[in-house]
């Protein structure tokens, strides 16, 4: 399974942004979804995942992003808003799929910057 990230950019405190990530290739299903990200100098850390319809996010995002996704397009949507400047880090979206067995793959990042 290859992923497409995209949505990344520069946004002011308060601000909002959407990331989309896009699968395609060959498996069965999918399982879950998650978006990951990684600060400079920091270690990567869950931001939130979506398995059968239930999400699940880490608590300095709750309230704030909402994550998404459309299974007949196999796209997995993170919506941003009250950006802060800790939110700042590359984005990587991650799928757990069947295909030869349970499986997983990494998509390439997106840069996010919250800056005035």
């Known amino acids: 399974v290859q992923l497409q990230a995209s949505g990344g950019g520069l946004v002011q405190p308060g601000g909002s942004l959407r990331l989309s990530c896009a699968a395609s290739?060959?498996?069965?299903?999918?399982?879950?979804m998650g978006w990951y990200r990684q600060a400079a100098g920091k270690q990567r850390e869950l931001v939130a995942d979506?398995?059968?319809?239930?999400?699940k996010y880490r608590d300095s995002v709750k309230g704030r992003f909402t994550i998404s996704r459309d299974n007949d397009k196999n796209t997995m949507y993170l919506q941003m808003n009250s950006l802060k400047p800790e939110d700042t880090a590359v984005y990587y979206c991650?799928?757990?799929?069947?295909?030869?067995?349970?499986?997983?793959?990494w998509g390439r990042g997106t840069q996010l910057t919250v800056s005035s």
């Open positions: 979506i398995t059968n319809g239930r999400a």
């Open positions: 991650n799928v757990g799929y069947v295909w030869r067995g349970n499986e997983n793959s």
């Open positions: 290739g060959r498996f069965f299903s999918i399982s879950t």
